[in-house]
């Protein structure tokens, strides 16, 4: 059965203090791994898709990157605007079904 | 247009009555989905459509009843429901159902009294 896993589920930071969200997977085979940013109350909002091993994608303060069992969401200098839920989604080659983590609460503190 | 629309934002419905929620698209994506979200946890996935036609249903009640009327619409009609069906309804859209992110709409509050 497809799994994702992700940790910690809160993370406190001082402004400036860098750090990784961790995402693990298990899936039969990987179509896609996305992450995604929710406000309080919002709709997610898709920040990357990774698709094999190796692969990166970077945006302002964040960059992703993909192993074949795990994904970081890496945060440079983090700004208390940066703080919300980051969400970690995968959908395998064996469906069309996207799974979602559970989900790391970041808190940015300035 | 870089945005999926629904509607209404809130919604208070009694446990007898039947209502509707709507959400629209206009980014030609062929792919829709409704997603439930508790809170403090993940979006849980209801329906996709694909093209206009059911693809996935995962073993939603029927007092929930997804309707894809075009390419741009999607509806979830609700009838009979329970209080913990409470929840933000999400609705989003696609390129096409393999292996594209989701672009979602701020989600309609659904509080079942």
């Known amino acids: 059965e497809d799994q994702v896993t992700q940790s910690p589920e809160a993370l406190r930071l001082q402004e400036g203090e860098s750090s990784s969200l961790n995402c693990s997977y298990t899936?039969?085979?990987?179509?896609?791994l996305f992450w995604y940013r929710q406000d309080p109350g919002k709709g997610p909002e898709f920040l990357f898709t990774?698709?094999?091993a190796g692969e990166e994608k970077e945006k302002e303060r964040l960059k992703a990157t993909l192993t074949k069992k795990e994904s970081f969401l890496h945060i440079t200098a983090p700004k208390p605007e940066d703080s919300a839920t980051y969400l970690c989604a995968v959908q395998s080659t064996g469906g069309f079904k996207t799974i979602f983590g559970a989900g790391t609460r970041l808190f940015v503190k300035a | 247009d870089t945005e999926v629309t629904q509607t209404p934002k809130h919604l208070v419905m009694g446990m007898t009555n039947k209502k509707s929620l709507k959400c629209e698209q206009h980014?030609?994506?062929?792919?829709m989905y409704w997603y439930k979200q508790k809170a403090k946890k993940p979006p849980e996935l209801m329906f996709v459509y694909s093209y206009e036609k059911l693809s996935i249903n995962e073993s939603v009640p029927s007092r929930f009843s997804p309707e894809c009327p075009n390419s741009s619409l999607l509806n979830l009609h609700l009838h009979a429901l329970q209080p913990e069906d409470s929840a933000l309804y999400l609705c989003?859209?696609?390129?096409?159902?393999?292996?594209?992110?989701?672009?979602f709409g701020s989600g309609t509050r659904l509080t079942v009294v």
């Open positions: 980014m030609g994506h062929r792919a």
């Open positions: 989003a859209s696609s390129q096409n159902r393999d292996g594209y992110g989701y672009t």
């Open positions: 990774l698709y094999s």
């Open positions: 899936v039969s085979g990987l179509r896609g």
